[in-house]
């Protein structure tokens, strides 16, 4: 017979159906021996989540791959994390839109008819993006300095993602053009 674990530690995922730690496990000199299984719920009862955080990221995985508004949206908001580095506000991605200067709906709305004027009006953005489409910089993220004299200026960062300075290419066709301005 299995021995149950006790329900004080660990919690059982309604998702996976597995026991999972609720807080982090640490050994003798503090080196984390084992992740915390349950993102923190305000509402719950015991305060965490009733999915486990693994099932929790396949779940947001799959979803930002039939969700293509998600999915333009978490890439956006990752790019830009990398491009503003330590300088990127706490609440960055909360507020991505207000920091932009454009609603990633609109964003969505322009990717999907630059590529129906490019392949034709039957053409989907989502089935470009699952076949490996990029999101593509016109002008390369490299023409614009961002980050100057340790903060952002935000003038060219909103400058830099214009909405009419993104495009959606083939992953071939992003890679072979570098950081250069296609001239096509």
Known sequence: MRERPDKRTHKKCIKCR??????????????????????SHPDSQDGLQTICQSCKSTMNIASRNRNC??????????????????????????????????????????????LKEREGPKRKLVDALNEGYH???????????VVVDDGVDWETFRECWRIDNLSAIPAEENLKKGAKVNAA
């Open 18 to 39: 597995k026991w999972k730690s609720r807080e982090a496990l640490f050994d003798d000199d503090g080196t984390m021996i084992q992740t915390k299984g349950f993102g």
């Open 69 to 114: 508004t998600a999915r333009i949206r978490h890439h956006t908001s990752t790019r830009c994390l990398t491009q503003l580095g330590e300088h990127a506000p706490t609440n960055f991605t909360a507020e991505l839109e207000t920091h932009l200067g454009y609603g990633i709906r609109q964003l969505v709305k322009h990717l999907s008819h630059n």
């Open 135 to 145: 999101i593509d910089h016109i002008y390369p993220l490299s023409r614009y300095r």
